[in-house]
């Protein structure tokens, strides 16, 4: 593992670091001890202010498209985020910051600033299981395992949020940072982050995804449901199996699997508000090898997800009582796991206000940009049972070529986002505790 020089930077003379000035070189690139040269990036916010916000970005830019690069090089799956968890402890600590580890030893916490009045910001660490196809420099040094959805450039934005935050004169309150584990998978490591009591004392909590489809510079707000709550469906089949020439003779297992496989949705369509955004899509279905043979097991997986808490609680009893009358006259056995996944996460009004505010403080009026609900799953909607907050979408695509999307082997961002992030996330704090 490469040790990052994380030393706090101090002004001298005509801009430049101490520790720059010493090394007798530019602050805006960083040596690393591999050799390799980091270039700045351009930092599309510059002054906006705060000074100390603005002076702080000019002397560390290098140091946080290091610490990114980095971190994305070094991938690891949810609960293992054992080194990452270390990297951002050890930096957090030699800028004079008390990180305070999770029990598992994956994730932390850590506060900045003093005062009751307390805001949290979040960011997720794991990385997808999915082997890296990029030809970037820095690309995963792990096979099967990749951060093609940003959570890389979430940590490394939380990260720097922090240590500038630690640099301003003074703060109105506390901003907790939470370093979360385990997003890709459900129920999600919100859940050890709410039990180790993490929102003890907390106002409320704000969040960011990269988002591959919104241009650098831009953030996505949304007052309501930004992304939906995601269940997984697994029904197993079993029959006596027997001769495709004699289907009367047993229960045939592959037509019960094609009757739930379209009956399912359909009725479904029919008993939940169109309006939910509810929405069933099987992803895997196996049985049986030969031609002429009614297969004994089956086994069908999909993702049931909705746009609407009060639909999300009730479809498990709901979906249970459909499959079981579709099933009732086929004569299969079957075993339904429906596995509860996330709620959907909900931006409450006034959350979202400071988060507009932050992000036109940080960037200007014309970074603001709508976003619409999403399918997809995300355990910040764990937060926001115990506490309002907001979400926002960060763009990262550069503008021009092709929008590589996230949860692909392909995806890459825009370095440029990751000091926009640092900008937003550290005004809309500022703002919640104005």
Known sequence: MTVLDSRPDMPAEGGRSARAAAAGRDPAVLITPSGVTMPTVEDLGAGRGPEWLDQWLAANTADVVAWFRHIHAHPELSRQEFATTELVAGLLKSFGLQ???????NGLICDVGEGERCVALRADMDALPLTEATDLPYAATVQGASHACGHDAHTTVLLATGIALAAAPELPGRVRLIFQPAEEVMPGGALDVIDAGALDGVERIFGLHCDPRLEVGRVGTRVGAITSA??????RLTSPGGHTSRPHLTADLVHALGT????????????????????LVWGAVHAGEAANAVPQDGLLRGTLRTGDHDVWADLEPLVAGLVQSLLAPTGVGFELLHHRGVPPVIN???????????IETALGEDALAGTKQSSGGEDFGWYLEHIPGSFMRLGVWP????????HQPTFQLDERALLTGIRVMTHTALAALA
């Open 99 to 105: 990180p305070e580890l999770l029990p598992a030893g």
């Open 230 to 235: 995601t269940d997984l469906l697994e029904l």
């Open 260 to 279: 739930v496989i379209t009956g399912l949705p359909a009725l479904l369509s029919r008993r939940i508000d169109p309006r939910s955004g509810t929405v």
């Open 348 to 358: 409450d009004r006034e959350s979202t206000h400071l988060l507009r505010t932050g």
């Open 399 to 406: 503008g021009d070529g092709p929008m590589r999307d996230l």
